[in-house]
């Protein structure tokens, strides 16, 4: 049966059907909808691991008792994960462990961008490339074999255009995969060094099997055209340079883009008069077939940033004026995204930015704070540097005799997943930052999934739920506060205690994400026209129900108000009324 | 090369977009065709700019959509259809819906929105359909979140499939209680949308 599916989608379909019983998981765009989707089979244990490198292991566990197992992180976590990774390529598996890197060019919700392909030689493990939904379908069974043939785990990886394209994809049963046997074998699995140094040589002889294999491996294929233009390219990269040069081409395609096929490499260039390297990001590929030194052009032409596509091709390689802009002149304001009306974040960064603070953030929604009007953001580096930098930064000034502090701002689900290090390096260490976690009870920015502080699971189970101020505590933070979001005064009186307190302090800001399903309705708040003297304060919190024209005046969108009530906190003239029924909850 | 027809959904976050564009695909794998769609999750849905690329044909390669190559473009918002009219081939259709949502920025007074939209578009479109989507959704289903099928209705009537595919692909889509609201606005936009 077909079915129109995304890349993710389609690895999460490939993972059920070639019998993966085990899956893990940090959500993180474009990689969250893979675990999303094996979440329903009831033949997979699926978990929302706390961070990227607790999923590898979780995954690596899983694989030693025998399962069919993936993991799935975005390329940033990768690098959270690169750790247990590159031991993991010593140790070998057991049950198939398939590790999906999905990376972004472009960087559409991402801090950098990365070529994650380099992690395969860097970390001497195999790695396959899909070009379509149904090729990411299929390499998880390929990626499973070989996982096992060759005791490895296999890095498939994809990029934002793989994971969120959808194409047709032909569906199967799923083949029932029992656990593999597992044996004790401190050889193999305890890396200690006199271990890991005879590992050491298998992982080499292993890297040239694979070249070997890679040579006839059927995914990676030679399609003759005119041979006067030869292109070798993988990934996405394979369909834009496809859909420029059609059949005036010959193409090397390659799926196993690590080891490469040396011998068909050869072949194909001996087949063709020019050589081109067509590919994303990188010279990886170029790169690697400089050095059999094959001549080839690639980055000379291709652009080495950012997202690849038939229009950028047909310009550098054709020339020619780009298609005339029929808007040219014309005024298109820009539209970027905005904390949700009645975000729980907005308060507390609008009293952040009240109090002038130096304000170190994190990743997540709250990233979106430091556009104006709040601008109360000043960094965003990677997930858990809120804690760190707000700690670095009030111990240099404290060493040299200032009293500064800075404010790291976290959310709950970050918090679990790399803010607790830090925390604990500021209490060990004698800091005296001031850490805010905007809980809002779940991770929001990736669509809703639970977190170690819910209560739930992935499978929707009840389970413990870790509150954030009993483990601030525990780690010794003796000054703890808790305020509800949407109450200014309270926000604001006690992010003031905070800056003012001898030591490390915490405040956790709690509202639950106004997108939840199931919230209390707060009712709606309105703009009593009499009132409202048009001064325009409501509209420093930014928020996008709030509708100001071109008169002056200002109306509230019944339809997108969550009733926070916040405007009605910054109104000094109380034109701001509760509409209707609602609770304040 | 065998033909690929080209389209364009664009809007802004929350409006539907993505539904409607379950609907197309849904009609597309029906009539047989090979399909490729393309959408950028991620901060495009806290209120930003959306857009999805549909292409379908014998065979389909590249996801994305070239500039000045679009048969057709669906616009949910008219600053959205200006943003995009790059991307529509000088004989192509656009049907826009007649609404202004405001940006952060105009919100902010840091930036003016083009309320002449519709005039420019009238001038650089041959084949324009203007569709006031929301008060068609109000006035034949009483509910102005339909507005997406309304729209969706209005641009199906362009791609000379079949009306039961279509019946049967809303059906399919949209919550079992909405059933004949949507298809209710389907058909207000099939009116509206003339050839």
């Given at each position: 049966m077909k079915k129109l599916l995304s890349g993710d989608e389609a690895i999460a379909r490939g993972a059920y059907e070639y019998g993966a019983t085990f899956a893990t998981a940090y959500p993180g765009t474009p990689s969250t909808e893979i675990l999303e989707n094996l979440i329903p089979y009831k033949e997979i244990y699926a978990e929302w691991s706390p961070n990227e490198k607790v999923a590898l292991e979780?995954?690596?566990?899983?694989?030693?008792?025998?399962?069919?197992?993936?993991?799935?992180?975005?390329?940033?976590?990768?690098?959270?994960?690169?750790?247990?990774?590159?031991?993991?390529?010593?140790?070998?598996?057991?049950?198939?462990?398939?590790?999906?890197?999905?990376?972004?060019?472009?960087?559409?919700?991402?801090?950098?961008?990365?070529?994650?392909?380099?992690?395969?030689?860097?970390?001497?493990?195999?790695?396959?490339?899909?070009?379509?939904?149904?090729?990411?379908?299929?390499?998880?069974?390929?990626?499973?074999?070989?996982?096992?043939?060759?005791?490895?785990?296999?890095?498939?990886?994809?990029?934002?255009?793989?994971?969120?394209?959808?194409?047709?994809?032909?569906?199967?049963?799923?083949?029932?995969?029992?656990?593999?046997?597992?044996?004790?074998?401190?050889?193999?699995?305890?890396?200690?060094?006199?271990?890991?140094?005879?590992?050491?040589?298998?992982?080499?002889?292993?890297?040239?099997?694979?070249a070997e294999f890679g040579e006839t491996f059927p995914w990676s294929r030679i399609e003759w055209g005119d041979k006067a233009v030869g292109i070798i390219t993988s990934g996405i990269s394979y369909q834009y340079a496809k859909e420029v040069f059609g059949d005036k081409a010959s193409y090397l395609k390659l799926t196993l883009t690590w080891p490469l096929p040396e011998k068909l490499i050869r072949e194909f260039a001996a087949g063709v008069e020019k050589l081109y390297v067509i590919e994303e990001l990188d010279p990886f590929l170029e790169t690697h077939i400089k050095a059999l030194g094959i001549p080839v052009v690639g980055k000379d032409i291709v652009p080495n940033m950012y997202e690849l596509s038939a229009d950028i091709l047909r310009q550098k390689f054709f020339g020619g004026a780009p298609a005339p802009n029929p808007v040219a002149g014309v005024n298109v304001p820009p539209r970027p995204p905005v904390l949700c009306a009645g975000c729980p974040h907005r308060p507390v960064f609008y009293i952040l930015k009240k109090l002038r603070v130096p304000v170190m953030g994190d990743i997540g929604c709250y990233g979106l704070g430091l556009q104006p009007p709040l601008e109360a953001v000043d960094t965003t580096v990677c997930m858990g540097a809120s804690v760190g930098m707000a700690h670095g930064f009030q111990k240099a000034s404290a060493w040299s005799g200032l009293s500064r502090k800075a404010v790291g701002v976290i959310g709950d689900s970050t918090f679990f997943h790399g803010g607790m290090p830090g925390l604990a390096d500021m209490v060990f260490n004698k800091g005296g930052g001031v850490l805010v976690v905007l809980d809002n009870r779940t991770t929001a920015m990736t669509g809703h999934q639970p977190h170690p502080g819910t209560g739930i699971t992935a499978k929707g189970e009840p389970t413990e739920e870790i509150k954030i101020e009993d483990v601030v505590r525990a780690m010794g933070v003796k000054d703890v506060a808790i305020v509800d979001s949407y109450d200014l005064k309270a926000v604001e009186t006690a992010l003031r205690h905070a800056l003012e307190f001898d030591g490390p302090s915490v405040v956790i800001c709690r509202r639950a994400c106004a997108l939840l399903k199931g919230l209390p309705n707060l009712g709606k708040a309105v703009i009593n026209?009499?009132?409202?003297?048009?001064?325009?304060?409501?509209?420093?919190?930014?928020?996008?129900?709030?509708?100001?024209?071109?008169?002056?005046?200002?109306?509230?969108?019944?339809?997108?108000?969550?009733?926070?009530?916040?405007?009605?906190?910054?109104?000094?003239?109380?034109?701001?009324?509760?509409?209707?029924?609602?609770?304040?909850? | 090369m065998a033909k690929v027809t080209n389209v364009l959904l664009v809007g802004v976050g929350g409006q539907g977009t993505i539904l409607a564009t379950r609907v197309l695909a849904g009609v597309l794998m029906q009539e047989g065709y090979d399909v490729k769609m393309s959408e950028v999750h991620g901060m495009s849905q806290r209120g930003g700019s959306v857009v999805t690329f549909v292409r379908y044909g014998d065979k389909v390669n590249s996801p994305l959509v070239e500039k000045a190559t679009a048969d057709l473009i669906l616009a949910f918002e008219k600053l959205e259809a200006l943003r995009y009219l790059p991307y529509l081939k000088p004989e192509g259709t656009l049907v826009v819906n007649d609404l202004a949502i405001l940006p952060a920025p105009v919100l902010l007074g840091k930036a003016e929105y083009p309320y002449n939209a519709l005039d420019i578009l009238g001038q650089k479109v041959k084949d324009l359909v203007v569709v006031d989507a929301a008060k068609l959704a109000e006035e034949k289903t009483g509910n102005a979140r339909t507005q997406n099928i309304v729209l969706l209705g209005a641009l199906a009537k362009r791609l000379g499939i079949a009306p039961g595919t279509w019946e049967k692909a809303v059906s399919e889509n949209v919550p079992p209680q909405t059933v004949d609201a949507n298809l209710k606005a389907f058909w207000a936009g099939w009116d509206r949308g003339q050839v």
């Open positions: 979780v995954a690596l566990g899983a694989s030693l008792a025998g399962a069919r197992t993936i993991v799935s992180m975005k390329h940033v976590g990768l690098n959270v994960a690169a750790d247990p990774l590159f031991t993991a390529a010593y140790t070998g598996v057991n049950g198939g462990l398939v590790v999906v890197s999905a990376d972004e060019p472009s960087l559409h919700s991402s801090q950098n961008e990365q070529d994650n392909r380099n992690i395969a030689p860097f970390a001497k493990i195999p790695m396959l490339e899909p070009s379509d939904s149904q090729e990411a379908k299929d390499l998880v069974g390929e990626a499973f074999r070989i996982s096992e043939e060759f005791d490895t785990p296999v890095l498939l990886r994809i990029t934002t255009r793989i994971a969120h394209a959808k194409g047709l994809v032909e569906c199967h049963e799923r083949q029932e995969v029992p656990l593999k046997e597992y044996k004790k074998d401190a050889a193999k699995y305890c890396m200690v060094p006199a271990n890991a140094m005879k590992r050491r040589v298998f992982v080499e002889e292993r890297t040239r099997r694979l026209q009499e009132k409202c003297t048009q001064c325009h304060a409501c509209l420093r919190t930014g928020c996008p129900a709030l509708v100001s024209h071109p008169d002056g005046s200002v109306t509230i969108d019944p339809n997108a108000c969550n009733g926070c009530f916040v405007c009605g906190q910054v109104c000094a003239f109380g034109a701001i009324e509760k509409a209707g029924g609602g609770e304040r909850g | -």
